[in-house]
């Protein structure tokens, strides 16, 4: 079965980390464009942090420059995103994607539409 499973969203206070993972099973990380997403609120969905298929380049949002870190275990066949320092507005829904297609840049990332994890929630509060 082709899915996305993640794990490692709760509730944190500001000034802390979390780490969340995102297992596929059913095709390999390797030969996909990945990344993570979120959405906070009455937002829409953006773009937080991706892997390019072609090159292994990465690209972060602005907000999260410093402070988060993308990572994939080729064994395990599983995608991370390392969280620190959080703040009050990194609250949200986060996503994993996958798509053999779309765009990773260190620019942009967009149109990871193929493969869609179930949503974690991240809570950063105190």
């Known amino acids: 079965q082709v899915q996305l499973v993640e794990s490692g969203g709760g509730l944190v206070q500001p000034g802390g980390s979390l780490r969340l993972s995102c297992a596929a099973s059913?095709?390999?990380?390797?030969?996909?464009?990945i990344g993570w997403f979120r959405q906070a609120p009455g937002k829409e969905r953006e773009g937080v942090s991706c892997?390019?298929?072609?090159?292994?380049?990465?690209y972060y949002a602005d907000p999260v420059k410093g402070r988060f870190t993308i990572s994939r275990d080729k064994v395990n066949n599983t995608m991370y995103l390392q969280m620190n320092s959080l703040k009050t507005e990194d609250t949200a829904v986060y996503y994993c994607a996958a798509d053999q297609f779309g765009l990773v840049t260190s620019m942009e990332c967009r149109d990871l539409h193929r493969h869609w994890g179930q949503g974690t929630q991240v809570t950063v509060s105190s």
């Open positions: 892997i390019s298929r072609y090159d292994g380049g990465t």
């Open positions: 059913g095709f390999s990380l390797d030969y996909y464009n």
